[in-house]
């Protein structure tokens, strides 16, 4: 009798355990609509604001031969040139070299590089989530898997390009790149380096995936990466592998259907430097400016770099 009561407890029990364990987790929330991922594209897959962290994000635009330094007369603080000197200067190790900041979790270290993999990890889950609206909702499913398409090839393209080296066809195949992750979960072991070759044939398949989905679709704002976006930087991945013909198709149809972006007409003038070659919001034409307004090479008060008067002298009528 005691050993039927001790079973018929036992029973019991581990059917309440299984089914207090099949109750809904309290801290996990489910994607139930292809809209819900673009909200997390919007507040996971874009770069933050570079504005606030300058030393992090904004020198991949100082860096670039037609920039200089430029000092504005009411700019009281000089700590966003000093973050990014080492960069535009080209020095072997930028963040260790800045020994005179007092802004000491700048130093150490390159931020750019975890960013830029934390922002891919969000980019991998919105395109496995969005593959389960595919059928149900087909527009929503172009516009959010060809927007993260196009935000993860441009981040291993700045990653690629920044801790790789240049692309040489005869020796892609065995130069190596960065780490290609693609899975959305955590793997175990680590991650080994990519061949250049590898890293650009994702990044290409990304920006082409991305001009074809994205066909049609409007973004209200040049903080959100559309068609031409990733055409541009499709472009850009082709002129860097010597490709000619497909850069200048793809920069040719960006220039023949520029959205609401406008050339600027040079014969009527030459805009102010801290203007013109930036991807300032307020320049006309600006098509994508991921995720902020906010540029090194922007017309604010604290403004410390320009286009280069070489630069600007290439477009003078």
Known sequence: MKKIVLITAAVVLDSSCKSFLEEDSQTLSYVTEAEELRELIQGSCYLPT????VGRHHWIDVMDDNSQEAYASNNTSTYTADYTAGQHHWTTYPYYEVTSLSYSSYQGGNALWGDFYELIFACNIVLDEIERFKEEEPEAYRAVKGEASALRG???FYLTNLFGPPYE?????SDLGVPLKTAPYIEKGGFARATVKACYD??????????DLLE?????????CNQNAARIYLSRAYLFMG???????????????????????FNQGVPSSSVAFTNAHTFQETV????????????ANGRIYEASP????????
């Open 50 to 53: 570079r504005g606030v962290d």
């Open 154 to 156: 441009i981040y291993y």
């Open 169 to 173: 066809a005869a020796t892609a195949g």
């Open 202 to 211: 994702r990044i290409v398949q990304d920006l082409e995936t991305a001009v």
């Open 216 to 224: 049609g679709v409007v973004q209200k704002t040049t903080l959100r």
């Open 243 to 265: 490709e000619w013909q497909k850069a200048w198709e793809l920069a040719d149809r960006v220039l023949s259907d520029p959205g609401d972006a406008a050339l600027y007409d």
């Open 288 to 299: 994508f400016i991921n995720g902020c307004g906010y540029n090194g090479m922007s017309g």
């Open 310 to 317: 070489d630069l600007i002298g290439c477009y003078t009528p």
